[in-house]
């Protein structure tokens, strides 16, 4: 695995079909969020369906603390992967990561795929930084889960999952060379634009809105919303459950103690009390481990799933950037083009037949005014407008070919969402029922043990 250069990746080409090979379809169901591409019998693809090429399971574990008592201590922690993609060099590669290295991954995954959902990296946790927390344990494990969710999501991505840099990430013995080189050579340089650019597009983009909607995406966007009020729903039902849970944690903690207290006044019946003060406690730590370990984690994983669908947003918020900025190029093409026709009108002696109302009509004034009405300065007029025309139309053509291509990436993420959505969701709620069923029996089975105890205490009156 670590016998080739580090700085030779092949790229991979994304439409190109799958290579024919064997696979285990017991290991391929292993694989959350998968789905064969070779299932095709009852299944046919459709031309926006995604197509994946094998599977990739990952999983973070082992944080631990490198560099300690000095001041560049720093987490790392153990990535590993098991595989069937001919890209990778071995089926089980491994590296050691820090966060660091993470958000390299996801900020040139969102560079080089910008059509795809990238999922969100957790926040940083500022305070934990600052009061020097960020090496608990606590804090360590409630990061690797956040990590390994965050790269669990990529590796059920078709695209992601084949992309170079993620090979580089889970393999790589020279990880910070690859840095470097890619940072050097990106798969796709694009020129960065001025500040007067991005100036005029923000101030463009923020009151602009697409004329021509696509009732496709409008419903994607509905269904995103009604997802997104869902989970906020959930989460904020659940805080206020996992809030009453506390209270009556409290509760029968103090009822037990009551009931210990009472024992000792009633001294006939002082050990059947004690067993029963016993059984609180019991259900009072059972209540507690139910929290710790079922609710907060599904709290977790909601908020977690709630910045992924908000990542999915982002990307549907680009789609209609793409095709803003084709209606944008189009209008200002048939100004453009209207000027010119004007100009010409004016020069064959039909300054009437322009129509183009007051503006030209001012447009002219001032032009006689500053004495620029000639012939002369007008057919240069328009061999300056016929080269923008010219310029124009390519762009025209360019935004339109960028617009359908993204929508048709975007109509293919939105597939590949709802697979990790519904794969994501069906974990979360297993592990909350297991949670739940957990409790309930301990919680029988201690009451199950008291009831006769207690059904055998005999008062005299």
């Not at 991979?12 to 017991?26: F, G, I, K, R």
């Not at 809105?209 to 729903?233: A, I, Y």
């Not at 300054?351 to 004495?371: H, M, Q, T």
């Amino acid at each position: 695995m670590h016998g080739e250069e580090e700085d030779v990746f092949d790229s991979v080409t994304w439409e190109s079909a799958s290579a024919p090979y064997d696979v285990d379809h017991t290991a391929m169901q292993a694989g959350p969020g998968f789905k064969q591409s070779t299932a095709g019998a009852e299944e046919p693809h459709g031309p926006h369906d995604p197509k994946w090429e094998g599977y990739l399971i990952t999983i973070v574990k082992d944080p631990v603390k490198e560099l300690p008592e000095t001041k560049d201590a720093y987490v790392s922690y153990l990535v590993a992967a098991k595989t069937n993609l001919p890209i990778f060099s071995s089926q089980t590669p491994s590296a050691r990561r820090r966060f660091q290295d993470f958000v390299f991954l996801r900020d040139h995954l969102v560079k080089d795929f910008p059509a795809c959902v990238v999922p969100v990296l957790p926040d940083k946790h500022r305070l934990e930084y600052i009061t020097g927390d960020r090496f608990s344990p606590e804090f360590m494990e409630r990061r690797r889960l956040e990590l390994h969710r965050f790269l669990q999501r990529i590796a059920r991505h078709p695209m992601l999952q084949r992309s170079t840099l993620l090979r580089a990430f889970l393999e790589s013995t020279e990880w910070h060379v690859y840095m470097h080189q890619h940072l050097a050579h990106p798969p796709g340089p694009e020129p960065a634009p001025g500040l007067i650019d991005n100036i005029s597009d923000t101030l463009l983009n923020a009151f602009a809105r697409v004329r021509k909607p696509d009732e496709r995406f409008l419903e994607m966007r509905e269904s995103v919303d009604k997802f997104e009020d869902g989970l906020v729903l959930s989460e904020r039902l659940w805080n206020r459950i996992r809030g009453r849970t506390n209270d009556l944690m409290t509760d029968y903690h103090d009822l037990a103690v009551a009931v210990q207290g009472l024992g000792f006044l009633e001294s006939g019946i002082t050990d059947p009390l004690n067993h029963f003060s016993n059984t609180l406690l019991e259900f009072s730590a059972l209540l507690r481990h139910k929290t710790q370990t079922s609710t907060d984690p599904f709290l977790v994983h909601l908020h977690s799933l709630l910045t992924y669908s908000h990542a999915n947003r982002a990307v549907l918020k680009l789609r209609d950037q793409k095709q803003l900025d084709f209606e944008e190029l189009s209008d200002y093409l048939s100004g453009v083009t209207l000027e010119r026709d004007r100009l010409s009108a004016i020069i064959s002696g039909h300054a009437g037949s322009s129509g183009l109302g007051l503006s030209a009509y001012l447009k002219d004034k001032v032009d006689a005014i500053r004495g620029a009405d000639d012939d002369r300065s007008r057919v240069e007029k328009m061999r300056k407008l016929d080269i923008k025309i010219k310029e124009l139309q390519d762009a025209v053509t360019t935004a339109h070919e960028t617009s359908d291509a993204f929508s048709d990436e975007t109509l293919r993420e939105q597939k590949i969402f709802q697979h990790t959505k519904e794969a994501e969701m069906k974990e979360m709620l297993s592990n909350l029922a297991d949670g739940e069923i957990e409790f309930y029996q301990s919680a029988i089975d201690e009451w199950d043990r008291i009831i006769p105890i207690i059904q055998r205490i005999r008062v005299d009156v």
